[in-house]
């Protein structure tokens, strides 16, 4: 054989080229999407995007809107309630029409106004007639122990006393005589100021001060104990013992509390 025939390779032309292997397909900074596309990846601080949409709780809504409908409901109770009560008292006032009673003082004999000789204490004892008027038809009064009252001249205690236990009637006038007796200690500077007041106005202004529990009766109830307090304003011509005591002016102030 003189001509050896010779072989070439031939390139296969439907395989794919090759490749180098050191260099990536797809870029470092990219990630392939399903549709074939390449999506950007981006860090979660990224400015180009806007901030992610921050999810709120509906919690406190909800516990704001029980806390309003309690509270709605509390007020509209205590609107109610003092509603009924108003009604109820409008309807008391209307069946009982209460009136305020009514204090006078009528009388003052003193039976001691004596300066000791051994403290310069001056002893004081008074007979007040006081009297108690009730003007309400269907209201009696419960007079309760436990009352206090004095005669004082401007800031100085002269006696005290108190008034008995006893129930005022329905349009009752109770007239009372209280003893009080009382002891001052610079019997000497009273005195003196005493005079000094008769001779300038010809008279000496007393006041008569009394704290009282009381218990209200409509019809056959009984109400809570109330408290009152009761000024009188007099004016008298003289202090002395055995003698005549004119009151030129006497007036009362009533006031009620729970």
């Known amino acids: 054989m003189a001509d050896q025939q010779k072989i070439h390779p031939v390139p ?27 999506v950007e990846q981006h860090p979660l601080n990224s400015q ?13 809504k909800k516990r704001r809107s029980c806390c309003c409908r309690c509270m709605c409901w509390t007020l509209s109770l205590l609107l ?20 305020l009673p009514k204090y006078s003082i009528d009388g003052l004999r003193v039976t001691q106004f004596d300066l000791s000789s051994v403290n310069s204490s001056l002893s004081a004892s008074f007979d007040v007639n ?3 008027r009730n003007p309400n038809k269907r209201i009696g009064i419960y007079y309760d122990g436990g009352s206090h009252i004095t005669v004082w001249y401007n800031e100085t205690q002269l ?6 236990k006893f129930y005022q009637g329905h349009r009752n006038t109770t007239v ?11 019997g000497t500077v009273l005195l003196t100021a005493l ?17 009282q529990t009381v218990r209200v009766k409509l ?18 011509n003289a202090l002395s013992a055995n003698n005549a005591i004119r009151i030129s002016s006497s007036s009362c102030s009533f006031r009620l509390r729970l």
């Open 48 to 60: 180009s995007h806007g901030p992610s949409p921050v999810k709120h709780s509906t919690a406190p």
């Open 219 to 236: 019809g056959s109830l009984k109400l809570m104990k109330m408290k009152f307090r009761i000024r009188c304003r007099l004016v008298v």
């Open 130 to 132: 006081i009297t108690a």
């Open 80 to 99: 109610l309630l003092i509603v009924i009560l108003g009604i109820i008292v409008g309807i008391l006032f209307l069946v009982f029409r209460p009136k």
């Open 12 to 38: 296969d032309v439907e395989a794919p080229p090759e490749t180098s292997p050191s260099a990536p397909l797809v870029p470092l900074s990219t990630s392939k999407s399903d549709t074939g596309n390449p």
């Open 159 to 164: 006696c005290e006393g108190a008034l008995p």
């Open 176 to 186: 009372l005589v209280l003893p009080m007796t009382g002891q001052v200690q610079n």
């Open 195 to 211: 005079q000094q007041q008769q001779q300038m106005t010809g008279n000496i202004p007393l006041m008569l001060r009394a704290k």
